[in-house]
């Protein structure tokens, strides 16, 4: 165990954690976009900053890769702190005006949108947090998108946009998108994601339509399960 | 500076002709990429051609690496008489070599002549562009075929390392280094022997030796010119931190934008491996290192060490939090040496003059000597070295000559992207590592902008902003959105939709970006903003208030006018005008249609008369 100074608190937190689960721990909030229990840390959105003092050295560090440390002080709130997430929230609400998890985070901290930004019109809802394809690539195991080009130039996608024959329509990505950006429709036995059609399958016992045959197909081949145990629905199961 | 540099810089020229003995004739001719632009292979070419007409084939040329004087290419020093000879044309040759080579005469219109005396000078010494420097690891250049090993051997080459691998233990490498206070030349300036003494002690194997060639500033080639020139230099220099840390694997990672850099650098490290000192069991020691050169596809970031290391991993070159320093985990989360090309240059050096001799140059803080390139509107444009703790007046007036044309110096950028723009009243600031820094600048890896009194300084902003939009990886939000998002506003200010609150606006940004950032990129993105506002922020006020750009570079702020006492109706402008913005009838004062012109400056320069100025 470490012990930690934290918003004046005096906190103890495990050993092998991070800031950001020892500060929550302790009761006090911290936003965060791109911090998603279901993948590693990428540290994209920078909100999670917070203030840390080492000795006499200041400095601002992403608290979701930050390892705790013995005698830590921590400050979630400074006026560094705050210059930093407001920019942040700023630049986003220019980004995607249309995604109301921004907005309704930003009305929470006390944000508006800064009126010398122009509004982008073709961004969609992404952020860039790469949610979706750090799930893509290490809990589903297919890396069927990813990132291209470059700065704001920065997309995540299929290679060269065209419709994948990695892709098992899973839709993983959609559940771990903070936003709601990446759109997947599903009307009786066809799912959409991604620019490809998806044929779904129907559970042997209750007819639903539950998973993409792809999908099915996908985990058979890496579980061993067969195809008929597999086309049961989880409900029926 | 110390009293004896010039002796010990100039004292090189000399060791080489004892290798080829006092009166042995050579001609060492500057093939590096600057002066090959300005044809210096087909003059080589031609030297070779005539020496074998005029039977004089036993006179050695050496197609060397940069010589530094850029400005002046091609340029040739002819021994044993050492005469520097520029600007020289495949039509000097045969003359060159008649009388020249042949008996030792002169000729005077190849020689430089000083600028304000007019007296021409012999030798490089004798040059204001060389004089004040101490040229110890660049110097070298000037007395090496880069393709031919013995010519390194000639000048005391991998004696360091024999010296290493019989005599020292890795910890006395390592304690050699840290006594003669190197610290890295690519930008941190993070001292390299706390570096190796980490990687030494850290747990996980194999260890990695890298040398950082991503030279991406734009304007700055010290590292080309070095990877070029003597690309052994930087081998040796990797094979003894190697040695020191206990690698047995190294990388060069250089942009593929520098393709002699590439070939040289392979034909090196060829040539070091035929003579046993690279690969297995060099020099019969039983250490072992072997280097491979990574070419990068020219992404500035790549230069970022975590980016550097996901570049060579085969993975998108996108840095990474570095809470844990590659000294622990670095490439392929191996403990790893990352310096920069100019840093392992000196390596040798410290090994075989001492580390006192190294930390006798320089400053409290910053040893040894620094290349610097000399770029924008100076006189003499090229690289120089200079002992740590140079002026900036020293460098950009004794060296560099000056301001071309004559012109008011404004202002110089230090530092590449991430650096600062410093302005006339800290010319004699010292540069080193700390005070660059203290005045809001960076020593980067060596580049410098010499502005003058037609530079706007929010242009300049604006330029290495819009440059870091582009080269931004994109990961992080502060970064990404940010550096896009004040780049917009500058570009606003420039075309003149600039705001009131602009400047406080760009301040406020400037901090949280380089706060909330991932890497450095982002981190040092702010400078160029920051300190143009800090040193000029009139000139950002006259955009934003007045409308007015004082330099008359902003094309949004600016109009051309035609003088009407001057224009003699001649009728040239009207001929270059690319757009028909001009119209007069013959003999009668000229006029300019502003709406139809755009601002691209061809008239002012076909102007005889000096009668188009900008308002």
Known sequence: MVNMIIDGKNVTARKDTMLLEAIRGAGISVPTLCAHESVSRSGACRLCVVEIKKGNRTRIVTSCLYGVEEGLIVNTKSERVLNVRRLVMELLLARCPE????????????????????????????????????????????????????????????????????????????????????????????????????????????????APVDQLKYISKKTGTSMEELSICTECR | MSGNTDKQSHAILDNLSLYYGPKKKFVAICAGTGCRAYGSLKVKDALQAELKKQNMT????????????????????????????????????????????????????????????????????????????????????????????????????????????????????????????????????????????????????????????????????????LMEGNPHSVIEGMIIGAYAVGSNHGYIYVRNEYPLAVENLSKAIQAAKDNGLLGENILGTGFSFDIQINKGAGAFVCGESSALFASIEGRAGEPRAKYVHAVDRGLYDKPTVLNNVETWANVPLIINKGADWFASIGTEGSKGTKIFSLVGKINNTGLIEVPMGTTLYEIIYDMGGGITGGRKFKAVQTGGPSGGCIPE?????????????????????????????????????????????????????PCREGVRRMSEILEDICAGRGREGDIELLETM??????????????????????????????????????????????GLISYNID???????????????????????????????????????CIQSCKFDAIYVK
């Open chain 2, 58 to 225: 036993y006179v050695d040329v050496l197609a060397t690496g940069c010589l530094g004087f850029c400005e002046k290419g091609p340029m040739m020093i002819i021994h044993p008489d050492k005469y520097f000879y520029h600007s020289v044309k495949e039509s000097d040759i045969p003359e060159i070599v008649e009388k020249t080579i042949g008996k030792g005469e002169v000729i005077s219109r190849l020689l430089y002549r000083h600028p304000e005396t007019q007296k021409t000078l012999f030798r490089e010494e004798d040059l204001p562009f060389y004089k004040k420097q101490l040229r110890v690891v660049f110097g070298k250049n000037g007395m090496i075929d880069p393709s031919r090993i013995e010519d390194y051997f000639a000048i005391d080459g991998y004696q360091a390392l024999a010296k290493v691998l019989s005599e020292m233990t890795p910890e006395q490498v390592i304690s050699e280094v840290k006594k003669a206070g190197l610290r890295g030349r690519g930008g941190g300036g993070f001292p390299a022997a706390v570096k190796w003494e980490g990687v030494r002690k850290a747990a996980g194997e194999p260890k990695y030796v890298i040398a950082n060639g991503d030279e991406g500033d734009p304007g700055a080639y010290m590292d080309r010119s």
């Open chain 1, 99 to 210: 995604s109301d998890v921004l907005q309704k985070m930003a009305a929470e901290m006390g944000i508006e949108t800064q009126p010398r930004f122009a509004i982008d019109t073709d961004k969609g809802k992404c952020i860039l947090c790469r949610s979706c394809v750090r799930v893509c690539e290490e809990v589903v195991g297919v890396s069927a998108i990813g990132l291209f080009s470059r700065g704001s130039y920065k997309e995540v996608g299929t290679p060269y946009n065209e419709p994948s024959d990695a892709c098992i329509g899973c839709g993983a990505c959609v559940y771990v998108c903070p936003t709601g950006h990446i759109e997947m429709t599903s009307t009786g036995d066809k799912r959409k994601i991604w620019g490809r059609t998806f044929k779904m399958q129907a559970c042997i016992r209750c007819g639903k339509y539950f």
């Open chain 2, 564 to 602: 009407e006492e001057k224009c003699t109706g001649c009728g040239v402008c009207v001929k270059v005008c690319a757009t028909k913005a001009i119209t007069g009838e013959l003999k009668k004062v000229h006029t300019i249609d502003n709406d139809k012109c755009t601002r691209c400056g061809a």
């Open chain 2, 425 to 477: 009243s800290l010319l004699d600031l010292p540069v080193d590592f700390d005070r660059l820094y203290d005045v809001g600048s960076m020593m980067g890896s060596g580049g410098m902008i010499v502005m003058d009194d037609t530079s706007c300084m929010v242009d300049v902003a604006r330029y290495f902003l819009e440059f870091l939009k582009e080269e931004s990886c994109g990961k992080c939000v």
């Open chain 2, 510 to 555: 400037s901090t949280a970006v380089a706060d909330g950032s991932l890497c450095a990129l982002g981190g040092s993105a702010p400078n160029p903003v920051l300190s143009t506002i800090r040193y000029f922020r009139e000139e950002y006020e006259a955009h934003i208030r007045d409308h007015r750009c004082p330099a008359g570079v902003c094309k």
